[in-house]
């Protein structure tokens, strides 16, 4: 197809009495001679005037492309950014917590902008709320001998070896809280490529009815789910939101009662909060609220969930409990604590206790970031990095920790002498420590015996914390006081 000079294909200009429409075909203007006055050739003077006249305008649905205005209606019905009919497990809003407008803060100033006084009180705050809290987690660095061959590729760069040690660790942690085993949905939050996924698996050889439910909101390339042709395990991936997805309303999920066992790697900060919600107030109160006859009744007339039950246990109690969850466990590696929401945070609860509110979890959420505040490299060294991790963006596309290069806040770096970097880390990490014990608190009163540990020594990757929980009638880890 070709354009008028005037199109946004075109690039330099014609020669000097030359025709100037610009021949997309052939990358370059038309090379036909012009009469005296004129733009453009007999052969292209039609075609050009036509194309002139048309007005192009901004599509509606997305102002970052034009149509033209002639053709608009034509274009919004297939239109890539057009309104496309929702799926039965998309449910607006349905994990993004209560929106109390009375809470929203006002403008907030940046951290740089505090004064002096303004930071020691919130610091002190900080200090205080977090008094008792163990600040020293225990640690469950493991490993698993599904990944054996690929820990020990000698092909391996850095990245891949780094991201197979964090997987590694993830899956021995499933193993060891016995999550690992037949008839079981494993949810893969913010799953990415899928790597996990693939782990765990591969690490399942075949067992029997495994379903992996992979839930991603952006397309994404290089997806390895395409691997998997086992005749026992089938992956699914979503593309959505966590904060509208309502695992119940997916088929295999409301006709199949496999017990659902919640994972992720770096599941970047708001996102953690939304995947708890979506597993614990959407998909187990759902059972609570379609099983309303006694529970050992239910059992005896339905030998599918009895089944089900049985082998989720794996044989550990012989006893049924008064309750079953249908939530198996969640083992979810942290992130991004400076990516948290007031609004979709599950800890409020705990932070009201402590006499805090919206504007002190947007501070501490900020200061979090202080964490990895002293790992940064030089200017000079951050440049070339990044011009690296361009080149391997398909590596590292699944870190968000950026290896310790991320710029920690917005002007955080220009605090006048009040901090030492060592400081600012221990505050960093305090932070997400109490961010994290609101979680924690959320699990148990929810019926669930939740644990941080160390997962990943801090060298492999500053995120290095790992988020477990077991419903109260399994084996769980120690909780974290």
Same mark, same amino acid.
């Given at each position: 197809?070709?354009?008028?000079?005037?199109?946004?294909?075109?690039?330099?200009?014609?020669?000097?009495?030359?025709?100037?429409?610009?021949?997309?075909?052939?990358?370059?203007?038309?090379?036909?001679?012009?009469?005296?006055?004129?733009?453009?050739?007999?052969?292209?003077?039609?075609?050009?005037?036509?194309?002139?006249?048309?007005?192009?305008?901004?599509?509606?649905?997305?102002?970052?492309?034009?149509?033209?205005?002639?053709?608009?209606?034509?274009?919004?019905?297939?239109? /890539?950014?057009?309104? =496309?009919?929702?799926?039965?497990?998309?449910?607006?809003?349905? /994990?993004?917590?209560?929106?109390?407008?009375?809470?929203?803060?006002?403008?907030?100033?940046?951290?740089?902008?505090?004064?002096?006084?303004?930071?020691?009180?919130?610091?002190?705050?900080?200090?205080?709320?977090?008094?008792?809290?163990?600040?020293?987690?225990?640690?469950? !660095?493991?490993?698993?001998?599904?990944?054996?061959?690929?820990? /020990?590729?000698?092909?391996?760069?850095?990245?891949?070896?780094?991201?197979?040690?964090?997987?590694?660790?993830?899956?021995?942690?499933?193993?060891?809280? =016995?999550?690992?085993?037949?008839?079981?949905?494993?949810?893969?939050?913010?799953?990415?490529?899928?790597?996990?996924?693939?782990?765990?698996?591969?690490?399942?050889?075949?067992?029997?009815?495994?379903?992996?439910?992979?839930?991603?909101?952006?397309?994404?390339?290089?997806?390895?789910?395409?691997?998997?042709?086992? =005749?026992?395990?089938?992956?699914? #991936?979503?593309?959505?939101?966590?904060?509208?997805?309502?695992?119940?309303?997916?088929?295999?999920?409301?006709?199949?009662?496999?017990?659902?066992?919640?994972?992720?790697?770096?599941?970047?900060?708001?996102?953690?909060?939304?995947?708890?919600?979506?597993?614990?107030?959407?998909?187990?109160?759902?059972?609570?609220?379609?099983?309303?006859?006694?529970?050992? =009744?239910?059992?005896?007339?339905?030998?599918?969930?009895?089944?089900?039950?049985?082998?989720?246990?794996?044989?550990?109690?012989?006893?049924?409990?008064?309750?079953?969850?249908?939530?198996?466990?969640?083992?979810?590696?942290?992130?991004?604590?400076?990516?948290?929401?007031?609004?979709?945070?599950?800890?409020?609860?705990?932070?009201?206790?402590?006499?805090?509110?919206?504007?002190?979890?947007?501070?501490?959420?900020?200061?979090?970031?202080?964490?990895?505040?002293?790992?940064?490299?030089?200017?000079?060294?951050?440049?070339?990095?990044?011009?690296?991790?361009?080149? /391997?963006?398909?590596?590292?596309?699944?870190?968000?920790?950026?290896?310790?290069? #991320?710029?920690?806040?917005?002007?955080?770096?220009?605090?006048?002498?009040?901090?030492?970097?060592?400081?600012?880390?221990?505050?960093?990490?305090?932070?997400?420590?109490? !961010?994290?014990?609101?979680?924690?608190?959320?699990?148990?009163?929810?019926?669930?015996?939740?644990?941080?540990?160390?997962?990943?020594?801090?060298?492999?990757?500053?995120?290095?914390?790992?988020?477990?929980?077991?419903?109260?009638?399994?084996?769980?880890?120690?909780?974290?006081?």
């Amino acid at each position: 197809m070709a354009t008028s000079a005037s199109s946004p294909h075109a690039t330099g200009f014609p020669a000097e009495g030359r025709c100037g429409y610009y021949v997309e075909k052939k990358k370059r203007f038309c090379r036909m001679v012009v009469a005296a006055g004129k733009r453009f050739c007999g052969e292209h003077a039609g075609a050009a005037e036509e194309e002139d006249a048309r007005k192009r305008i901004l599509c509606p649905l997305d102002p970052k492309h034009t149509v033209y205005e002639d053709q608009l209606a034509k274009h919004l019905k297939k239109c /890539n950014s057009r309104e =496309k009919p929702k799926p039965d497990f998309y449910i607006q809003d349905i /994990n993004a917590g209560l929106k109390d407008e009375t809470e929203i803060p006002e403008q907030l100033v940046p951290i740089s902008s505090l004064s002096e006084e303004q930071l020691e009180k919130l610091i002190k705050k900080l200090r205080k709320a977090s008094e008792g809290l163990n600040s020293t987690l225990k640690d469950h !660095i493991m490993s698993h001998p599904a990944l054996h061959d690929a820990l /020990n590729d000698p092909k391996n760069g850095d990245s891949a070896t780094k991201h197979l040690k964090q997987q590694a660790s993830i899956l021995g942690n499933i193993e060891k809280l =016995k999550l690992l085993g037949p008839r079981r949905c494993f949810v893969e939050f913010g799953a990415g490529k899928g790597k996990l996924s693939h782990w765990v698996d591969i690490a399942l050889k075949d067992a029997e009815k495994v379903h992996f439910i992979l839930v991603e909101k952006v397309t994404t390339r290089f997806k390895v789910d395409g691997k998997h042709r086992k =005749k026992n395990s089938v992956f699914e #991936r979503l593309q959505i939101d966590i904060q509208h997805l309502c695992l119940n309303k997916i088929p295999v999920l409301r006709e199949g009662k496999l017990p659902v066992v919640g994972i992720g790697k770096h599941l970047c900060g708001m996102a953690t909060d939304l995947a708890l919600r979506c597993l614990i107030e959407t998909y187990a109160a759902s059972f609570e609220e379609r099983n309303e006859e006694p529970l050992a =009744k239910r059992i005896k007339n339905d030998k599918t969930e009895k089944e089900i039950y049985t082998l989720a246990k794996e044989g550990n109690e012989k006893n049924v409990p008064e309750k079953w969850n249908p939530v198996a466990g969640i083992v979810i590696a942290l992130c991004c604590h400076h990516r948290c929401d007031w609004r979709h945070y599950v800890g409020k609860e705990y932070f009201r206790a402590l006499g805090l509110g919206a504007v002190e979890f947007h501070y501490f959420q900020r200061m979090s970031s202080w964490a990895t505040c002293g790992m940064r490299k030089t200017s000079l060294e951050t440049s070339n990095s990044t011009t690296k991790r361009q080149d /391997n963006q398909n590596d590292d596309s699944e870190e968000h920790d950026d290896g310790g290069y #991320r710029i920690t806040d917005d002007g955080a770096d220009s605090l006048p002498g009040l901090l030492s970097v060592e400081e600012k880390k221990k505050i960093g990490h305090l932070c997400k420590l109490l !961010i994290d014990q609101g979680r924690i608190q959320y699990l148990q009163q929810k019926g669930f015996s939740p644990a941080l540990q160390y997962y990943i020594d801090p060298l492999v990757s500053l995120e290095n914390v790992l988020l477990t929980a077991l419903p109260n009638h399994s084996s769980s880890p120690e909780t974290t006081a």
